[in-house]
């Protein structure tokens, strides 16, 4: 079965400083991951997939196979970021999400 | 974005108690999706539909049941609620594959 790790409950940085959030996970087969945004008072919404390669409002991401990890990184951290980020991997027709973590950025 | 909408916002219930939180969506998905969130523990599936005929279990299922009255609407009932259902319930919906997930605002549920 797959798993989703996030060893981080909570990061808390200065604006300005750089930010990474890990994830790990467990999967036998080819992964599909995303990281998932929930801002305060806001629905959860899609930040960004490995697929797509995609830099999102400054965030990358990088899926290492070898250690099964997709962190999330951002090198200039800002007060909006400030959000609950979930790694979540695509499996069997469903996602399989991460325990989250808390980012705190403050001024 | 209102394409998925869930009712109750909120509810407080008292144990013992039948709850039934509804989800409509207006995005034409066929799948959709129930979910907890508890702090520390993220999301966790509970049921999810492939179409209407098409019910799953996922994996904190028990205590709860669902139906999928159409397309667009998707139910999760709790027979007989407890205290430890105490958490955020949400719903999802989207297209399959590794489509983006669509999700509403929440539904916030106490057991007292």
């Known amino acids: 079965a797959q798993r989703v790790t996030q060893p981080e409950k909570l990061l808390s940085v200065f604006k300005g400083a750089p930010v990474e959030l890990k994830c790990n996970y467990s999967?036998?087969?080819?992964?599909?991951l995303f990281w998932y945004v929930q801002y305060s008072r806001q629905r959860l919404q899609l930040l960004l997939r490995?697929?797509s390669r995609e830099s999102i409002k400054g965030f990358t991401a990088d899926l290492n196979k070898g250690e099964t990890s997709f962190h999330l990184k951002k090198p200039f951290a800002q007060e909006e970021d400030s959000a609950m980020y979930y790694c979540?991997?695509?499996?069997?027709?469903?996602?399989?999400f991460g325990g989250g973590t808390r980012v705190l950025v403050k001024p | 974005d209102a394409d998925v909408t869930q009712t109750p916002r909120n509810r407080i219930t008292k144990t013992g108690k039948r709850i039934m939180l509804e989800c409509s969506q207006t995005?034409?998905?066929?799948?959709m999706y129930w979910y907890r969130q508890d702090p520390g523990l993220g999301l966790r599936l509970i049921y999810y539909?492939?179409?209407?005929?098409?019910?799953n279990k996922g994996e904190i299922s028990d205590g709860y049941s669902v139906s999928r009255q159409a397309q667009a609407k998707f139910s999760l009932s709790l027979e007989s609620a407890i205290p430890n259902q105490t958490a955020l319930y949400f719903c999802?919906?989207?297209?399959?594959?590794?489509?983006?997930?669509?999700f509403g605002p929440g539904t916030r549920l106490t057991v007292l």
């Open positions: 979540a991997l695509a499996a069997g027709n469903k996602l399989t």
């Open positions: 999967y036998s087969g080819s992964p599909e």
């Open positions: 490995h697929i």
């Open positions: 995005k034409g998905h066929d799948r």
């Open positions: 539909s492939f179409d209407v005929k098409d019910i």
């Open positions: 999802a919906t989207d297209t399959g594959g590794t489509d983006t997930q669509y």
